[in-house]
């Protein structure tokens, strides 16, 4: 059980990761550090690095953000010239500091440190089996399954690479992994392409990251985009390519483009901020209202909102004051406080709001608690009317692919009507993103809709590591 409570029913990310390899032996662990700072929004639980020098793989790891687990003191324990490095929001396995990756496997060929973005729909079967051979498992977490398997097929394997493609025959469901061994990185990507993994470049120094944000941090070009089943190593002769598992199914998370990326990368070829604007656009096409003021609810609410008012020519505007300094999670408040929870993190522009007809974008509704709550602050505030867009469709099916959307009985969208929704918001209307317009966010690219429409790619698992889910 998370010791956390959520300020807002929002989905989360599992994680992100970060990779660097200097073929000219330079120390390039404060790009790491850098990197992850950049990637900090998918994942503020715990975070880690790992390194290699002189062959020797050490790491740092602990609960907290990046700033906080990395102090120069802490910094200063991890030097190399090959490392990667993970932020971490957990979906699959508790949030405790076991948990945190990268994790660093020793095994009778040597070392491995491994970080993962995703979840495995057959990571219980394939522990047990692994279990009954003598594995002896650390944490709770899927990843450390995929480790066993590398350190595994690498005994009878020629190299870490082919060991980590024979893993993957094995393994079933969403994966950006890393695998580091003392002179190589292998970077690899689920068949379907769930999750997000780029390469960059600068000077010297092959860079891997979940998001080409991350790849700007540190000042490396953008090169390509790790392409779904690829295979990708990285060592001092430069970068190969392994494609054995492409294939045409790819199924992108519709969620990165909605809501966990940051505006500012651009995943397989399309603008995440684009996305977003084009979302608000479809809204306003699809549900539009007359009001004075367009706003959305910080972060990802913004570009959509901005959307919505290039496309209806109602001005877009400013309505709430993030406080910044809030993560997305902190100590639960007792009950009786639990409706004043979102007055921690968000507070109403009064002046901005007052005497006017709100349109408030925001990305989705889960259990409908948060956006009710934030509807009625913008009355209180003075706001006349207050129409709600979501700019994702009604979340109707929990997703198994590193997505923390909640089993259906929570999702309000499985009980109600949009307008009863709306009601129970004290809406005065609300409208949701057309699920047959989705494609037009994303140029066509295919992607995951599941937890709309319960088309899963993949079948979904019987048994769950987190133990919680349904089926």
Not at 440 to 460: H, K, W
Request: charged share 25%; hydrophobic share 35%; with cysteine.
């Amino acid at each position: 059980m998370k010791e956390a409570y959520q300020i807002k029913e929002e989905i989360h990310e599992e994680c992100g990761v970060f990779g660097a390899y200097n073929t000219k032996g330079e120390d390039i662990a404060s790009w790491v550090y850098y990197g992850l700072f950049s990637l900090q929004h998918r994942g503020q639980e715990s975070c880690g690095i790992a390194v290699s020098e002189n062959r020797d793989i050490r790491y740092y790891k602990d609960m907290g953000l990046v700033n906080e687990v990395f102090t120069p003191e802490n910094l200063d324990k991890v030097h190399g010239d090959i490392a990667i490095g993970h932020v971490r929001y957990s979906t699959a396995g508790g949030s405790v500091r076991a948990n945190a990756q990268p994790l660093v496997t020793k095994y009778v060929k040597g070392q491995l440190a491994i970080a993962h973005n995703g979840n495995l729909v057959n990571a219980v079967d394939l522990r047990e089996e692994l279990e009954k051979n003598g594995a002896i498992f650390q944490t709770t977490i899927d990843s450390e399954v995929i480790a066993y398997l590398v350190a595994k097929e690498r005994v009878t394997s020629p190299s870490v690479e082919v060991a980590v493609e024979k893993a993957m025959g094995h393994i079933k469901g969403a994966y950006s992994l890393l695998v580091m061994s003392p002179r190589k990185i292998i970077a690899a990507r689920d068949p379907y392409g769930f999750k997000p993994l780029c390469i960059g470049k600068q000077g010297d120094t092959w860079v891997v990251a979940s998001e080409t944000c991350a790849l700007d941090t540190v000042g490396a070009e953008f090169v390509r985009d790790v392409e779904p089943g690829e295979i990708v190593v990285i060592n001092e002769e430069g970068l190969t390519s392994n494609r054995k598992y492409c294939t045409e199914k790819s199924s992108r998370c519709i969620f990165e483009y909605i809501y966990f990326a940051r505006p500012d990368s651009v995943i397989d070829g399309v603008s995440v901020f684009n996305s977003r604007i084009m979302a608000g656009r479809i809204l306003a096409q699809s549900h539009p209202v007359e009001a004075d003021l367009v706003v959305g609810v910080p972060e990802s609410g913004n570009d959509a909102a901005m959307g919505y008012a290039l496309e209806s020519g109602i001005p877009y505007g400013r309505a709430f004051v993030k406080n910044n300094y809030v993560g997305r999670t902190f100590i639960k408040p007792k009950q009786s406080l639990r409706e004043q929870s979102v007055k921690i993190k968000l507070n109403v522009l009064k002046d901005a709001v007052k005497g006017k007809r709100i349109i408030m974008i925001d990305d989705s509704i889960v259990r409908g608690t948060t956006s009710g709550n934030i509807v009625q602050m913008l009355k209180n505030a003075g706001a006349t009317e207050v129409h709600v867009r979501i700019s994702s469709p009604p979340f109707k099916f929990p997703c198994y692919f590193g997505t923390d959307i909640p089993t259906s009985d929570q999702l309000i969208a499985n009980h109600h009507t949009v307008k009863e929704i709306g009601e129970l918001m004290g809406a005065d209307s609300l409208g949701y993103l057309d699920l047959e317009r989705m494609s037009e966010m994303v140029d066509g690219l295919t992607y995951c809709q599941a937890c709309f429409n319960g088309d899963y790619p993949i079948a979904p698992p019987t048994r769950d590591i987190r133990g919680d889910m349904e089926f």
